[in-house]
Every structure is written in structure tokens, then in C-alpha cells.
């Protein structure tokens, strides 16, 4: 009965034993797998969008449109770019300096230098033609070479001015008049120097950034032409106008010839003591790129020293 009682006692013991390792087991068993779990790696996903880090919007249009700039590098000297204040009618414009930034991305940029490039100053006027006020396929462009080609009341030629109707190229403080000539053409300047929601952006942007040499494409007088407002193109103009002209072979002017010219943001900025030329391409439905990457290299470097 005593040996049957002490079995029973000892059979208890081994049986708590057993549970008390059991337990033991299965907590060091999960709490090791726990901890050996590895985790599914992380993707980074990278959101293919306008380079956020270079990116800004710096005004809106009268339709409430972007107008975007581009920046790179971070220097203390300035150089812009400004494309399609003439919106759709200056297409080409755009795409060349859609064509720029691309080459900017992957150029390094000298340290002293910071470099602007606004693409579509007239994102109404663009939008009217192409159908977008940013990238575009040349595909979505109107075909033709010379402005004669167009009646003055054909939509391609109305994309040249504003939502307002007004040619923003013509809104500015130098010699502004309320009613501007373009080629044979009385076009409107607005309704007072920068009555328009473009030309303030503009303008402040400037004003702000001071850029020491500023390249406004158009299309189509074929050469690069100085700014000026009262009297003779400034020095750093004349600079300017030497170092792009040269390197990309266009023509060079020192004044406009073929007719009068008043509110051209151009030449209100020569009155600022701001150096900038408008560089006309051959035809509306050219890059030329060559010709003007040559000016650009020729500026980045100027500029650098």
C-alpha cells in the first residue's frame, strides 16, 4: 500500500515534470521562431514625376494653369530660359525647352552657376493648340513653317496670346501702348503694363532671381536679337548676345528691323540692368537643337568663370 502510495506520488511528479518541460519547449520553440522571422524586403517605389527637387511652380495663368520652373544647380550667378511666351503659335519653343531640361538632368552643372529653365510662359495659349500646357508629342503640333502661311484669324495664330486675347510679349514696361504691332497686325498689350496674370509672374520671378543673362526663344526671325528700351543694348547684353550667337552660328542683331516693337519682356529687363536676347529659330516647327545645346555649352561656360 506505502510502495503503491509512492509509485502514485512519483508517477505525479514525473507528469508535472513532463508538463513544466512541455511548456518550457514550446515557449522556447515559438519565441526562437519568432525571432528568426525575416521579414519581406521593403521596395522602394520611385513615382515618375516632374523632378520634385528641381520643380516649382512659380504662377498661375488666367485659366489657372501652371506655369512651372525648372532648376538646377545651386550657384550664386543665375542663367534663364523662358519658352513659348507665344504659346501655341511658338510651339517650337516649348519643345526646345522641354529638349534643354532633359539635357540638364544629366549635366553637371559648374558650382557657381544655378540655371532656370521655364518652358511654357503662355500655358493658355499653348494649351489651345496642342491640347496641353506641358509635354507634347510634335505629332500634336500644327505644321508650318513662316507666319504668312496663317490667316491672323486662324486658331494656330490665336494661340499667340493669352486667355485674355492680349500678346503677353507686348505687356511689359518699355514703351508699352495699349494697342502693339505684330508683323502687319494690331494686336492687343492689355490694359496697362502687366495687366496680365503672366506677365506679373514673370516679371516677380526676375525681379526676385536677378539671372545675370536670360534667353527667351521664339520662332520664326531666325537669328539672336539684343534687348534694349532707350538707347543702345547694355554691355552684358552685347556679352550675352556674343557668346550665344557666336557658338550657335545664328545671325546676330543689335536692334530689331523689321518693325516696331513695344512691351517686350526682353527689353524690360535690359531697363532692370538684366542681360537677354531672344533667340529666334528658322521655322515654327523646328528645335534646332544643335544649334542652340552649342550656345548654351557656351554660356555654361562663360558664365562659370
Not at 143 to 153: G, Q, R, S
Not at 224 to 253: Q, R
Request: hydrophobic share 40%; proline share 4%.
Amino acid at each position: 500500500m506505502v510502495g503503491k502510495l509512492i509509485y502514485n506520488m512519483g508517477m505525479k511528479k514525473i507528469i508535472v515534470v513532463l508538463i513544466i518541460l512541455l511548456i518550457a519547449g514550446w515557449f522556447y520553440f515559438f519565441k526562437d521562431k519568432k525571432e528568426v522571422v525575416i521579414p519581406e524586403p521593403v521596395t522602394e517605389i520611385t513615382i515618375d514625376t516632374p523632378d520634385s527637387e528641381i520643380y516649382e511652380v512659380i504662377g498661375k495663368s488666367v485659366e489657372g494653369r501652371d506655369i512651372q520652373a525648372f532648376k538646377f544647380g545651386s550657384g550664386e550667378k543665375t542663367l534663364a530660359f523662358v519658352g513659348a511666351i507665344h504659346g501655341g503659335y511658338e510651339w517650337n519653343s516649348a519643345l526646345l525647352s522641354y529638349a534643354l531640361i532633359d539635357y540638364l538632368k544629366g549635366t553637371e552643372i559648374p558650382d557657381n552657376l544655378t540655371v532656370v529653365v521655364i518652358p511654357v510662359a503662355n500655358p493658355d495659349g499653348l494649351a489651345s493648340v496642342v491640347g496641353t500646357s506641358e509635354r507634347f508629342a510634335v505629332t500634336d503640333a500644327p505644321k508650318f513653317n513662316y507666319a504668312d502661311e496663317l490667316e491672323i484669324t486662324d486658331p494656330v495664330v490665336a494661340g499667340r496670346f493669352n486667355a485674355n486675347n492680349v500678346d503677353l510679349n507686348r505687356n511689359f514696361a518699355c514703351k508699352w501702348q495699349e494697342s502693339a504691332i505684330w508683323r502687319d497686325n494690331t494686336v492687343s498689350a492689355g490694359t496697362s503694363e502687366f495687366s496680365e496674370p503672366e506677365s506679373k509672374v514673370l516679371r516677380d520671378f526676375f525681379l526676385r532671381e536677378t539671372p545675370v543673362a536670360t534667353v527667351f526663344y521664339h520662332s520664326a526671325s531666325d537669328g539672336v536679337y539684343a534687348s534694349f528700351c532707350e538707347g543702345d543694348p547694355i554691355a552684358s547684353t552685347l556679352e550675352l548676345l556674343s557668346v550665344y550667337a557666336e557658338s550657335s552660328t545664328y545671325p546676330s542683331y543689335e536692334d530689331y528691323p523689321y518693325y516696331e516693337v513695344t512691351g517686350d519682356i526682353a527689353d524690360w529687363m535690359s531697363t532692370e540692368g538684366m542681360a537677354a536676347v531672344t533667340v529666334e529659330l528658322e521655322t515654327h516647327d523646328v528645335t534646332e537643337w544643335t544649334k542652340n545645346l552649342s550656345g548654351v555649352e557656351a554660356m555654361l561656360e562663360f558664365y562659370s568663370k
